[in-house]
């Protein structure tokens, strides 16, 4: 009983509203870590103090019933695959290209995320998919630039651009992440895409096609980040100096 009690108290103190894995609750062994999670996952709702979402994840529930549907509601199937994904994944395909501002296709009923290594699971819940990638660099990138890097894979295939406008689609495409980035630093959205990290780990990549139009369009895209770094220090440099 005392080691029941240590996982209680665990559980406890796990802030409400975010996710942990079955492997961080303490516990004299598995078997009876899956045992105290399965007796806490079969209580009635209002009780329950965490839910299983994916296979080995869990929520940990803030026990508050929705006065409309009568039921906890637990997190949405895109919350558990960003937390499943991990820290180094990369929003994939249309998904990816939204956020990077390079389409305007929205995530309806399914994504998918590309991380680094073989995934533990590859479908965690029926809407997400998850896609190794044999680049182990990647753990060096946060969510967004490996999202960068991810999108200008496959830009060819899902951009948005009007190619026979402005330039062509990498061009708008550019100028569109400097405009975000730009808007990102004036927002205070810090820390921005590492641009010297980024091409670091693009050298790294191997893309099924088009392997020289990567690289060259992973320099530029870097150079843009590093201006935006470079205009940063000049600006902390110009407020910093004395009048």
């Known amino acids: 009983m005392p080691k029941i009690s240590a996982m209680s108290e665990w559980l406890e103190a796990v802030e409400p509203d975010t996710f942990f894995w079955s492997q961080d609750v303490p516990g004299p062994n598995r078997a009876a870590v899956r045992a105290f999670l399965h007796r806490e996952t079969s209580k009635p709702d209002h009780l329950c103090r965490a839910f299983r979402v994916a296979p080995c994840a ?3 529930s803030h026990m508050r019933v929705d006065a409309h549907f009568g039921q906890v509601l637990t997190p949405d199937w895109l919350r558990v695959g960003e937390f499943y994904a991990g820290p180094h994944a990369a929003k994939h395909g249309h998904y990816g290209a939204n956020v990077c501002g390079w389409s305007t296709q929205l995530v309806a009923s399914s994504a998918a995320f590309a991380v680094p290594g073989e995934p533990r699971c590859r479908q965690p819940v029926p ?7 044999r680049n182990m660099r990647r753990r060096e990138l946060t969510t967004l630039e490996a999202t960068y890097l991810e999108a200008v894979i496959s830009f060819d295939l899902l951009n948005t651009y009007d190619r026979y406008e402005h330039g062509s689609g990498w061009e708008q495409a550019l100028g569109t992440t400097r405009a975000r980035m730009r808007l990102m630093i004036d927002a205070g959205r810090l820390p921005i895409p590492r641009g010297d990290v980024l091409a670091w780990v693009a050298r790294g990549e191997r ?3 088009a392997r020289e139009m990567f690289h060259n369009r992973m320099e530029q895209l870097s150079a843009i980040f590093d201006e935006m770094y470079r205009d940063l220090d000049s600006t902390a440099c110009a407020v910093a100096a004395p009048v």
């Open 127 to 133: 809407q997400v998919k998850l896609l190794g990638r």
């Open 58 to 60: 869990y929520w940990r």
């Open 207 to 209: 893309p099924p096609r």
